[in-house]
């Protein structure tokens, strides 16, 4: 059977992920992961989040989760087994297995099977981003460790404009606007703007400073994808035979 392009987008990102989380977590634990402020429990839960969320798009690229069918039933054995060896495993590496990384692992994997039994593809990803951003934002110092290789500038570009970019293909499939118009214009603006609002605004209750160049960069980044957009739907699109 031919895999169309997610499907191999997909099963690439799964194939690249997942050995690299299991060389993490059989390695002594990296100074990066002790200075980023994030729990251990979080890194558990956003890791098993993001790989029950490719396996299950690597055998069902197409459609959301349906407890009815025994392959969810098979997936969820395999990534909570999966989850208990890679806990009993550490503890031949010199690092200290804790059931309270497996709940953390289950918790993950749940969180995602979740999400994928309301929404499909686009709205998976979509929120799947939006967790990430948050999470990395607000509930992490991963981006103030390394001030002179300008993390922070990289994030707040590359995750907003990747943001407005799924966010963009979703509200074409499911909620199309015609292409060039000011509603089209703010609706492609509209979610984008009010996550980095919400994560902007919450950011003092965790701690974290608001930095004027963090949100210009922001912004940059949602008009630069609501740009590249626009010429690609316009541009790409044959015009209608007279």
Sequence with gaps: ??????????????GIYWPVIF??????????????GMSDK??????????????????????????KRKKIWILLAVVTAYGAADEFLQGFVGRNPEVLDFIANLFGIALALGILSFF????????ASA????????????????????????????????????????????????????RWL???AAVPLLLLALIKGTSPIF??????????????????AIGISWAVFKFSRKPKAS
Excluded: C
């Excluded at 990395?136 to 990289?154: D, R």
């Design 1 to 14: 059977m031919k895999l169309l392009r997610r499907h191999k987008s997909v099963l690439i990102a799964l």
């Design 23 to 36: 060389y993490l977590t059989h390695t002594p634990v990296r100074t990066i992961a002790k200075q980023s």
């Design 42 to 67: 979080t890194m558990h839960v956003m890791a098993y989040f993001a790989l029950a969320f490719l396996i299950w798009f690597a055998i069902s690229p197409y459609q959301k989760v349906n407890w």
């Design 120 to 127: 499909g593809f686009w709205s998976s990803l979509l929120t």
């Design 131 to 182: 967790v990430f951003v948050f999470v990395v934002s607000n509930l992490s110092s991963l981006l103030t460790l390394y001030p002179e290789y300008y993390f922070n500038t990289a994030f707040h570009l590359t995750a907003y404009t990747a943001f407005a970019l799924i966010w963009i293909q979703h509200a074409e499939r499911y909620t199309p606007v015609k292409i060039g118009t000011s």
């Design 186 to 188: 703010a609706y492609a």
């Design 207 to 224: 701690g974290r400073t608001v930095w004027w160049p963090d949100v210009a960069t922001a912004l940059f980044g949602i008009a630069s």
